[in-house]
């Protein structure tokens, strides 16, 4: 089948595919397998056959539970003092009356930090060698996506009696609404979870009353999760039947972006639970040539309000050549994605142009402005 249908969703082929156990005979060199999931010492991996480990890796994240757990992974010290540089930038946000949205969460719920990658090299440029020369990061970034892969990172701070998030998949379809999935082939869902690589470094203990990441193991196998993961089936079995584990100060998860997964809730009286979200890309997801399509919108927009009045498919590809069609990568700190999980693309701020019959001076305005909101500073 070349494309997947909204109407074979069914929590049944869920059901099948999770009743396939972890065997620990896969994973011989995790300390133990703890609700389904491979648990590995930081210490004792360090010191094995490397590309042992990723083999390992490479099983859990495929074809196995889709999630390992590296305990002791970052040094204290060198958590805290990234903490400490967090922590500012987020007294910072709330000084400055700018608060961070989240993509599954009610806005508000979660402090968080967008391209604190960037943030934290710019601010302490020493405090982030330090910590993002972890060779254990670099393991398992390289067991799923090989060489010349791209670091990004949030943080995301849950505090006392703050809500978790709904279950959700990852980047790149999981931020696509049904409708969106739904138009691409299969093939594609099936390639997008190979794409990036999840990670969440924690940047305190995080026993299970904080709410640690939910996760559903071996959910990622589900080929139309994709389109299945907001239904309240769905949902209400992930809520009933997920695992959750304790993490201590350093510990670091890494997991296939279509596990299903979600922030728990902060039922403490005094734990802020902060983790380091790592989003790994794959070197492969970019293109040949640099493009400036700005240029190109304002260039061709009087042809296409000239063509939109004898034939709207023919404006629809002609967009699609000539604007970014993608929302990411963005600043998310200006571009948010309100009343969805991605903001708008370049072709939609077109595509509106054209349907409201714009000037084309309001269209060079908002194209800057988009631009402008992209920018890192």
């Not at 099983?59 to 539970?65: D, I, L, S, Y």
């Amino acid at each position: 089948m070349n494309w997947l249908n909204p109407d074979d969703v069914r929590l049944d082929d869920l059901l099948t595919l999770l009743k396939e156990q972890t065997d620990a005979a896969d994973y011989p060199h995790a300390e133990r397998i703890e609700q389904q999931v491979p648990v590995y010492d930081a210490t004792r991996i360090r010191t094995a056959d490397p590309r042992a480990v990723q083999s390992e890796f490479a099983t859990a994240f495929g074809p196995g539970p889709g999630i390992v757990v590296l305990k002791g992974a970052f040094g204290n010290e060198v958590v805290d003092a990234a903490s400490v540089e967090f922590d500012r930038l987020i007294a910072e946000q709330h000084r400055s009356g700018t608060a961070a949205g989240d993509h599954f969460a009610k806005p508000g719920a979660n402090d968080r930090v967008w391209n604190a990658l960037e943030k934290l090299a710019v601010a302490a440029p020493e405090v982030f060698a330090a910590y993002y020369a972890n060779d254990l990061l670099a393991l398992a970034a390289t067991a799923w996506l090989g060489p010349a892969y791209q670091v990004t990172s949030q943080v995301n701070v849950v505090n006392p009696g703050g809500e978790g998030q709904t279950v959700h998949r990852d980047y790149h379809l999981g931020f696509q609404s049904d409708e969106v999935a739904a138009q691409y082939p299969a093939h594609v869902h099936r390639l997008s979870p190979v794409l990036t690589l999840q990670g969440a470094v924690a940047h305190c203990d995080m026993p299970v009353e904080s709410g640690p990441t939910l996760y559903l193991p071996h959910s990622q196998k589900y080929e139309l999760g994709y389109l299945a993961y907001r239904r309240p089936e769905f949902c209400e079995y992930f809520v009933e039947h997920h695992v959750q584990l304790p993490l201590e100060k350093g510990d670091a998860v890494f997991f296939n972006p279509a596990l299903f997964h979600a922030a728990g809730g902060n039922h403490s009286t005094d734990i802020k639970r902060m983790a380091n979200l790592l989003q790994v890309s794959s070197a492969f997801g970019r293109a040949m040539e640099s493009i400036d399509r700005t240029r190109m919108a304002s260039a061709l927009y009087p042809v296409l309000l000239d063509l939109a009045q004898n034939d709207p498919v023919a404006v629809g590809n002609v967009i699609a050549a000539t604007a970014e069609g993608y929302a990411f990568p963005t600043n998310l700190d200006r571009d948010q994605p309100i009343g969805g999980l991605a903001p708008q693309s370049q072709a939609d701020v077109l595509r509106r142009a054209v349907a409201e019959t714009w000037t084309a001076d309001r269209l060079d305005r908002a194209l800057a402005e988009h631009t402008g909101r992209r920018q890192t500073h």
